[in-house]
């Protein structure tokens, strides 16, 4: 029986829309935070806020996938540092979408402002109002996302390399396509 | 005689005032805080007033000639965020350079058995007046009583929030005042 090359459909769907919410949600935190207060302001940083809770959520399923599977295998052509590369890159992409919806929701209740995801769920403040506090996982969130975006470069840089450079099917492994169980 | 009676009534009435167990007129601000919940997005969130002077006389015996007054001083409130804080003062929010102040005075209270009372008055805020009815509970204490009371405000009553920030879907209309008065009495 020759290895699946391609993640599972779960994966696979789970990838997509945490890229899906990420790509949203990652530029709408830069234009919000400058804007000066009012009511769309106020919309955004929810609208903001819900999408982190469903990444984090998501997040959360992705990591109970990722320790309950075996990502396909890479082929043998890849080199050994890449393969290292890959293993730590992958790593620190499960940690961050982790993390930084997890920095945003702490820093919320640092803020004095509870998250309520769609506004009907209130999640607890697991701490408590204070000014230093929001302030340093303000800059945390920020610190956290700009390696975000750094190590997504990275990896989406990859996978098209390996893809069209090298001309292995690289994009099949998170595609729609099974066909491509070889 | 007619002397000597308005001074037998004169000392009967003071006997009668001292018998009562107290008259509630000094206020002691620090034990004293006005705070509120507005609500953002369907988020509560929590604010208050640093500054504000209560007059008020209270007497368990007599609760009917009880009175207050409370003036609010708009500069010392905690909106949330410092923020939020500077947005206030603005004409489509206090519009504070005119109307620095919000006034309570009290107009009836009436016993509703227990410690507890319904305080009718009118509350001035932005230039305009509006007649509030709360609920009051008084609180007997060794060295000071305690009042408290709480009420749903609407912000757009008094024009809190005018212009684009009118829409309640954003920010509600409804404002949970609640206040706690502590007065020693004597």
Known sequence: MTPTLRYTTPAVVLHWLVALLIFVGFPLGVYMHELPLSPVKLQLYSYHKWIGITVLLLAGMRVAWRLSHRPPPLPDSIAGWQRQASAAVHGLLYLLILAIPLSGWLMSSAKGFQTVWFGVLPLPDLVGKSRELGDALATLHQILNFTLLGLVILHVAAALKHHFIERQPFLQRMGWSKQERT | ?186
């Open chain 2, 1 to 186: 005689m007619k002397p000597v009676l308005k001074h037998l009534m004169l000392l009967a009435s003071l006997a009668a005032s001292s018998a009562h167990a107290a008259e509630y007129r000094t206020v002691l601000p620090k034990q004293s805080a006005i705070s509120f919940e507005t609500r953002q997005m369907g988020v509560p969130v929590a604010g208050g007033f640093k500054r504000f002077t209560t007059q008020m006389v209270f007497d368990p015996a007599r609760p009917e000639a009880a009175s207050a007054r409370i003036e609010i001083d708009l500069a010392s409130i905690d909106a949330g965020s410092v923020e939020a804080d500077e947005e206030s003062a603005g004409k489509l929010w206090f519009n504070r350079s005119v109307y620095p102040k919000a006034v309570f005075t009290s107009s009836q209270i009436r016993a509703l058995g227990g410690n507890r009372y319904e305080m009718r008055g009118t509350l001035t805020l932005k230039g305009k007046s509006r007649e509030l009815i709360m609920p009051v509970s008084y609180v007997p204490g060794k060295t000071a009583a305690t009042f408290n009371g709480a009420f749903t405000l609407k912000r757009l009553d008094f024009g809190i929030g005018e212009g684009m920030w009118a829409d309640v879907a954003t920010v509600a209309n409804e404002v949970q005042v609640k206040f706690r008065i502590a007065a020693s009495g004597k």
